[in-house]
């Protein structure tokens, strides 16, 4: 037993048991380098990951290689999800030494934590693609003696390239809206959905811009681009089709094959992407994912007692990759009768796992119209014998062995997952989702906030995300219920933000409140989920429209200054960034001078416009006031007059 066992997080407890002497992240690991005269190895992962399972399992369970690391290395292993702002910066310098990014991350430090050598996962032995961690740790451990001065140059030259450069103020304008939107609309897969090739990431930031777009011109390349995606991501071995939610990415570009972890920032981004696009579209399948996720959500990622959890792990066990989730025809014949099996095999498409051909990922090839038209049966039929076939395969998958959930409440990724439900509950007019993202929205507050200090998790101070995610919950908290005492707290949350984070020099938020390993960082790139910089853009112009300070709609022009021409070079990873952009100009007030629960307050939460800020009045006055720019029109006293209202936009 190591130093992990009394670790909050999971996966550094899961560790634990290793013969590997590891530390967390502490100065006590850094101090006992510079007395012991010995480099550090970092790694970090996170108990969703399956390769980093895959590395445990091979290397650091490994005999020779635990014996290698503890005479030559201080080891430290961190939780990415824990520390982020630690991981993100490691990943900066391994990609900047040519070696990609990812998990497990695996970097050797000198005892000033400068990374001088570094990689994502390598096995114990030599393998034609990639050397064997046994031969690393031997050479970088000779190299730290015998070539110290050569290692320190490079991690000196290394760290100095990571310094972030000034970011030159950009003009600001519409048409750089539609130039973003045609650049994103050249890396679409106009055959398989998404963006580029394998393996293939949600791009939710870009998703959304599209879908806004195509609201306000309902140009059909736009409109094709957007149902074309998330039709192929909902049809694929992407989505589970069984129990809700999204994997994390597909390492095909057809999305068959998914990386089994599901996130919770993955899955609150779809929420929204999916309930945009059916208030956009009027698809019902849109509607039927977006009610999946949230299942899956309330049975899995979610605290009863409110909060969300922040992931399901890929796997069992790292030697069957989507186990869990994967089925034999074998097991098909035995859960269903001769009907059910005859019409879940049309129904469903099955492709094989690499490491066994006979697991395969459910992927959907005939929906239940097109069986039904084929086969000359009634449709309600068909749906009857899906619905029933697929509830008996869930029960039996609902017996295996599960994936390990991790039931950390990170206050940013509750946040998010909070005003996904709170959009949902508003635009399907599911009361029980609203009151769950209220009491999950106190109990993060009550847990995460203290004496004016919030943190990411225990004993972690908040990063950016934190405090944005968290504030765009409490505003939407007020734009659902009207209670003034949630746009207090978002503003309170923006105020420390901006207090402790914004650049003063130059514009935009930092990540960190203080230098972590001598960087302060800020962009606009959406990966994996939207920026925080973005996404706080977005919330300044909202709390502008619901304060009427002007000093909040000025942070946010200057954070979009400051922020064009990285946006220009990021392309499609800058969606949400352009989102806001587009946001600036086309912002809708929307002041309800009626009750926040009555039938007006109702449509305007049901009705959808891209972007929109409702602020209610002090009475119950009978209407609603629509402001677009400097421009107020007629008071609306109904929910026709505000469809006629929005359509005529």
Not at 206 to 212: F, K, P, T, V
Not at 613 to 625: A, P, Q
Request: hydrophobic share 35%.
């Amino acid at each position: 037993m190591n130093r992990l066992d009394k670790e909050r997080s999971p996966y550094l407890r899961h560790a634990a048991h290793q013969k590997i002497d590891w530390y967390p992240w502490s100065e006590e690991a850094f101090r006992l380098a510079r007395e012991q005269d010995k480099p550090v190895f970092l790694s970090s992962g996170a108990i969703w990951c399956h390769w980093c399972h895959v590395m445990a399992k091979e290397c650091f369970e490994d005999a020779e290689i635990a014996d290698l690391l503890n005479e030559h290395f201080v080891c430290i292993k961190i939780d990415r999800d824990e520390r982020p702002e630690i991981d993100r910066r490691y990943q900066n310098a391994v990609s900047a030494m040519g070696f990609g990014g990812g998990w497990p991350l695996s970097v050797f430090l000198d005892v000033d934590k400068r990374p001088f050598f570094g990689g994502t996962y390598f096995p114990p032995e030599d393998t034609p693609d990639r050397p064997g961690f046994k031969k690393i740790l031997k050479t970088m451990a000779d190299f730290y003696k015998s070539r110290r001065g050569d290692l320190l140059e490079v991690s000196e030259k290394l760290m100095t390239s990571l310094k972030p450069q000034g970011l030159e103020e950009g003009d600001l304008s519409e048409a750089a809206v539609e130039a973003a939107l045609w650049s994103i609309l050249t890396r679409v897969d106009t055959r398989n959905g998404g963006f580029g090739s394998s393996p293939k990431f949600p791009a939710p930031g870009a998703m959304g811009l599209l879908i806004h777009k195509y609201y306000f011109i309902r140009m059909e390349s736009i409109g094709f681009a957007v149902r074309k995606t998330l039709e192929a991501m909902a049809k694929g071995g992407f989505y589970d089709h069984l129990g809700g939610g999204f994997h994390r990415y597909s390492v095909d570009e057809s999305w068959i094959i998914p990386h089994f972890e599901k996130m919770t920032d993955d899955n609150a981004w779809h929420i929204r992407n999916y309930i945009d696009a059916y208030s956009v579209f009027g698809d019902p399948l849109f509607k039927e994912v977006a009610e999946g996720i949230i299942r899956f959500v309330g049975s899995t990622l979610s605290d009863p007692e409110g909060g969300f959890y922040s992931s399901q792990d890929a796997d069992v066990t790292p030697d069957d990759e989507g186990g869990y989730f994967t089925w034999t025809d074998d097991e098909f014949g035995e859960v269903l009768n001769n009907e059910e099996y005859r019409v879940l095999n049309m129904h469903f498409g099955r492709r094989s796992m690499h490491h066994n051909p006979e697991k395969q990922v459910l992927y959907v090839s005939q929906d239940a119209a097109a069986i039904a038209e084929k086969e000359g049966l009634d449709l309600k039929k068909v749906s009857g014998i899906l619905d029933a076939g697929k509830e008996k395969l869930l029960r039996y998958r609902n017996q295996r062995e599960t994936p390990f959930i991790d039931k950390t409440f990170y206050t940013s990724l509750n946040g998010m997952m909070i005003s996904s439900y709170l959009k949902a509950g508003r635009v399907l007019r599911d009361g029980r989702v609203k009151e769950f993202a209220l009491k999950s929205l106190e109990r993060i507050r009550d847990l995460r906030l203290t004496d004016g200090q919030l943190f990411h998790v225990e004993g972690v101070k908040a990063l950016l995300d934190d405090y944005i995610y968290l504030a765009e919950a409490f505003l939407e908290a007020y734009e659902t219920t009207g209670e003034a005492r949630f746009l207090d707290e978002a503003e309170k949350l923006v105020k420390t933000c901006l207090a402790s984070l914004w650049d003063s020099d130059e514009g935009g938020f930092f990540d960190t409140e203080s230098e972590v390993l001598g960087l302060r960082l800020k962009n606009i790139e959406d990966v994996p989920h939207p920026s925080a910089n973005s996404i706080s853009i977005m919330l300044l112009l909202k709390l502008y429209f619901a304060t009427g300070k002007s000093e909040y709609h000025q942070y946010a022009e200057t954070a979009l200054k400051r922020f064009a021409n990285q946006a220009k070079k990021t392309g499609l990873h800058a969606g949400s960034y352009y989102c806001a952009l587009d946001a600036f100009y086309n912002m809708l007030k929307l002041s309800v001078e009626a009750a926040p629960g009555g039938e007006l307050a109702e449509a305007v939460h049901s009705s959808y416009y891209p972007y929109k800020s409702i602020v209610y009045g002090h009475e119950d006055r009978g209407f609603i006031v629509p402001c677009l720019g400097l421009k107020c029109y007629e008071p609306i006293l109904n929910a026709s007059g505000l469809r006629d209202f929005l359509n005529s936009l």
